[in-house]
């Protein structure tokens, strides 16, 4: 089925969001069907950018619906104009928050905090944007780490972090991400 169409104004929070469906992802009573590639991030230009400016932006997604495209993810949190020009196309945004996985990030609870801020402040930075329909609080954590705190450790704080974004903005999706899948999590 077709994504709704957006409204004029892309931060109107009646944009409907997709939800699970047991297996599957819906919009409404319509199932959504996620045809999406990565997009950045990029050589950050002269301003510290790691995104394209708001012609190429536009550029980019303009060929990217007209080649079936409806998504599209980000490794990190992307600017507002990335999202309003996401929106006008009618593409949805998969936003990934990085932090440190490669890293024994739950040895102190400073870095624990310190993680739980910056998921916080990415979920906080664009909250109720329209575009995006989910977030991943966590990528590609490596198997030797899952290993040496243990399965229970990781999912539970993958978890809390998951509640902590929840609680900024209940609205769209919550997941981690990992390819190849590490063994043991979730």
């Not at 990029?42 to 060929?63: I, K, M, Q």
């Not at 599209?72 to 932090?99: K, N, S």
Request: hydrophobic residues 40%; charged residues 20%.
């Amino acid at each position: 089925a077709a994504i709704p169409s957006w409204p004029e104004s892309v931060t109107d929070s009646a944009v409907p969001r997709p939800r699970t469906a047991g297996k599957f992802l819906a919009v409404g009573d319509a199932k959504l069907w996620v045809r999406g590639v990565t997009y950045g991030p990029f050589r950050p230009d002269a301003r510290g950018s790691e995104y394209p400016a708001p012609d190429v932006l536009e550029r980019d997604f303009a060929l990217m619906t007209a080649c079936g495209l409806n998504a599209i993810r980000t490794y990190t949190v992307p600017p507002p104009a990335l999202l309003d020009a996401a929106a006008a196309h009618g593409l949805r945004t998969l936003v990934g928050i990085p932090w440190e996985q490669h890293v024994t990030f739950l040895d102190t609870a400073r870095q624990r905090a310190a993680i739980r801020q910056r998921v916080e402040e990415a979920v906080m930075t664009n909250r109720d944007h329209p575009a995006i329909f989910a977030y991943a609080v966590g990528n590609e954590i490596p198997t030797g780490m899952v290993r040496w705190y243990g399965a229970y450790k990781i999912e539970s704080f993958i978890e809390s972090l998951v509640d902590l974004a929840r609680g900024v903005d209940p609205r769209p999706l919550y997941t981690y991400t990992n390819y190849p899948s590490t063994e043991y999590i979730l």
